[in-house]
Structure formats: C-alpha cells, structure tokens
T-cell receptor, first 114, second 118 residues
Framework: GQQLNQSPQSMFIQEGEDVSMNCTSS?????WLWYKQDPGEGPVLLIA?????ELTSNGRLTAQFGITRKDSFLNISASIPSDVGIYFC??????????????FGKGTLLTVNP | GAVVSQHPSRVICKSGTSVKIECRSL??????MFWYRQFPKKSLMLMAT?????????EQGVEKDKFLINHASLTLSTLTVTSAHPEDSSFYIC??????????????FGPGTRLTVL
C-alpha cells in the first residue's frame, strides 16, 4: 500500500524558532492534510491543501502541496510553548473508489523549550 | 467548524466483556465515518470505513467479528469491541466526512476513547 515518509521524527527547539517538517509519498495524492494531536486527544485539522502547488497559511502555520503531488511541507514560524504536540501529515485520494481514506505519516513530535 | 464527539472518553472493562463506543457528528451529516486505532507514540491505523446504511469495509487484518461497526444514521456510528481482551486496550478514534463539512471532503476527528481491558 501507499507509504508516507514524514520527517523529522522529533524536534527540540527553543521558543521563537521556526520549524519545518515534510512528508513524501511513493504515489500521488490529490489532497494533503496536516493535523496536530495533543496527548489523549484526537487529531485537529490545521491546514488542508487541494491543488498541486497550493500554498496556504493559517496564522503562524504555512503548508504547501508539492508540484509532483507526492510531497508536502508544514512550516511553523515563531514557535510558542503551546505548539508542543505531534504533527501528522495525511494524504487523501478524493474518489469514491478510495472511500476518501487517509494515509497518515508517522508523525513529528515537537518540543518547544520556553 | 465541524464537531465530532465520542462517548465514552475513557472505559475500563473486564476481559471477556463487550464495549460499545459511539461517534457522533454534531453539526453536519456524516456520509462516511472512519474508525482508527492508535498505539502509544504511533500513528493512526485505519480499522474500517463505514458508509451510512451499508456494511463497513474493514482493512486487511482487522477482524470484523471482533470489531462490530454500525452506521445507522447520518450522525451516529458505533464501534463494539466484542469479548475484549487486554491486547484490545488502545486509543480508538473516529473521524467523519460529510457533504457539507467545511473544506471539501475533509475528515474531522473525534476526541478519542481510551479503552483499558483488565
């Protein structure tokens, strides 16, 4: 099946620093999603990308849908302590045959030191 | 935004009993609901996909007689873990996709249910 490679696996940064993480796939998707999960909670949608090349921002977060449709990155600028958590990328094929299933990356654990 | 709830948030049961977990879409109609399982420090593993009014589609390796899924209405899906054993202990998360969810075809997740089988 499809595999997503998400990197880095974990990051330890100082408050105020910028963060970048990315996902690559062995096959194409037509939607890329980025989620954040806090301990003991479900994932919360941060950004959704629907077109190749699309660059979308949500506050301090910026994500891009790669031109090849096989990759995406998420940037967080000026990190703050509440950014701590696990970030997941997810790819989706928007077709009835795929049942719109998501394929998840393995996650990036972000720790922000005050 | 689209809100998905799960109940209960946490359940502890004895080995051999069955446990039912509910997933509700509160402000939209969910044509499709998904059930995931997540182990500590791991990613989400899709267990099954359910479309309202039809049988669930299970992922390879997931026992359909063990994990019963019912999607009887456009706002409710249930997962029943039958004859639970300690190895079934996990964090179970549902997600929902609807016709009018904000953002085309986006899945919104519930807060998860922590199941502990003694």
């Amino acid at each position: 099946g499809q595999q997503l490679n998400q990197s880095p696996q974990s990051m330890f940064i100082q408050e105020g620093e910028d963060v970048s993480m990315n996902c690559t796939s062995s096959s194409i998707f037509n939607t890329w999603l980025w989620y954040k999960q806090d301990p003991g909670e479900g994932p919360v949608l941060l950004i959704a990308l629907y077109k190749a090349g699309e660059l979308t921002s949500n506050g301090r977060l910026t994500a891009q849908f790669g031109i090849t449709r096989k990759d995406s990155f998420l940037n967080i600028s000026a990190s703050i302590p509440s950014d701590v958590g696990i970030y997941f990328c997810a790819g989706q094929l928007r077709s009835g045959g795929s049942n719109y299933k998501l394929t998840f990356g393995k996650g990036t654990l972000l720790t922000v030191n005050p | 935004g689209a809100v998905v709830s799960q109940h209960p948030s946490r359940v502890i049961c004895k080995s051999g009993t069955s446990v039912k977990i509910e997933c509700r879409s509160l402000d939209f109609q969910a044509t499709t609901m998904f059930w995931y399982r997540q182990f500590p420090k791991k990613s989400l593993m899709l267990m099954a996909t359910s479309n309202e009014g039809s049988k669930a589609t299970y992922e390879q390796g997931v026992e359909k007689d063990k994990f019963l899924i019912n999607h009887a209405s456009l706002t409710l899906s249930t997962l029943t873990v039958t004859s639970a054993h300690p190895e079934d202990s996990s964090f179970y998360i549902c997600s929902a996709r609807g016709i009018r969810t904000p953002g085309t075809d986006t899945q919104y997740f519930g807060p998860g249910t922590r199941l502990t089988v003694l």
